[in-house]
């Protein structure tokens, strides 16, 4: 973690707690339409989402519009906390969730329900903060960027998109030579590539 960033994590992760539930609600609806009446949605059949915590835009209103369109959607499940390892794993109707190390819901799976990431075509990421030369801070852990690393070879098709609020944009965040760039940005406002 980039101690420089710390206090801007900080300051972004309090302004998104800040966001009152109704604005919450009302900014992941305007977030769900952009997604599903966009041509990225319509391209994609293998999505990976996230269950949101500490104030992240919330997704799960739009799983049963996925699942009604035949999309397979997958969810991110550590492996390893010691080593900041993740994978996505198959969630259905019937799937059950359990409480990750971080308290995080994720997928009870077997191991033929992990899907590799080349193997995805949309990865919905939560986020931090963002800036628009296409720069994510996640939580500071780097499990998105271990899990996507094969995503800078520029040979995968796997689409790499955060989703915030449209506050948590700020003006520069330093890259590290191992952060991964979003391909785009869906916020209350727009989706937008970079």
Same mark, same amino acid.
């Given at each position: 973690?980039? $101690?420089?960033?710390?206090?801007?994590?900080?300051?972004? +992760?309090?302004?998104? +707690? =800040?966001? &009152?539930?109704?604005?919450?609600? !009302?900014?992941?609806?305007? /977030?769900?339409? !952009?997604?599903?009446?966009?041509?990225?949605?319509? &391209?994609?059949?293998?999505?990976?989402?996230? $269950? *949101?915590t500490?104030?992240?835009?919330?997704? #799960?209103?739009?799983?049963?519009?996925?699942?009604?369109?035949?999309?397979?959607?997958?969810?991110?499940?550590?492996?390893?906390?010691?080593?900041? /390892?993740?994978? #996505?794993?198959l969630?259905?109707?019937?799937?059950?969730?359990?409480?990750?190390?971080? @308290?995080?819901?994720?997928?009870?799976?077997? =191991?033929?329900?992990i899907i &590799?990431?080349?193997?995805?075509?949309?990865?919905? *990421?939560?986020?931090v903060?963002?800036?628009?030369? %296409?720069?994510?801070?996640?939580?500071? %852990? @780097?499990?998105?960027?271990?899990?996507?690393?094969?995503?800078?070879? @520029?040979?995968?098709?796997?689409q790499? #998109?955060?989703?915030?609020?449209?506050?948590q +944009?700020?003006?520069?965040?330093? *890259?590290?030579?191992?952060?991964?760039?979003?391909?785009?940005?869906?916020?209350?406002?727009?989706?937008?590539?970079?």
């Open positions: 973690m980039n $101690s420089k960033q710390t206090p801007l994590r900080q300051k972004l +992760r309090n302004e998104r +707690r =800040q966001i &009152s539930k109704s604005e919450q609600l !009302l900014h992941a609806e305007s /977030i769900i339409q !952009l997604i599903i009446h966009s041509q990225l949605y319509k &391209s994609s059949q293998q999505i990976a989402l996230y $269950s *949101a500490d104030g992240e835009i919330d997704l #799960f209103p739009m799983i049963e519009q996925l699942f009604s369109d035949k999309k397979r959607v997958y969810l991110p499940v550590i492996l390893s906390s010691r080593d900041s /390892i993740m994978h #996505f794993a969630y259905n109707s019937e799937t059950q969730l359990e409480k990750n190390c971080f @308290g995080i819901p994720e997928p009870v799976y077997q =191991q033929e329900h &590799s990431v080349e193997q995805l075509d949309l990865i919905l *990421a939560p986020l903060g963002f800036d628009e030369q %296409g720069n994510r801070m996640g939580m500071g %852990g @780097g499990y998105y960027d271990r899990a996507l690393q094969h995503l800078n070879t @520029g040979t995968v098709k796997t790499f #998109f955060g989703v915030a609020h449209e506050c +944009r700020t003006e520069h965040i330093q *890259a590290n030579d191992w952060d991964i760039p979003l391909h785009g940005i869906i916020t209350e406002e727009r989706l937008n590539y970079f």
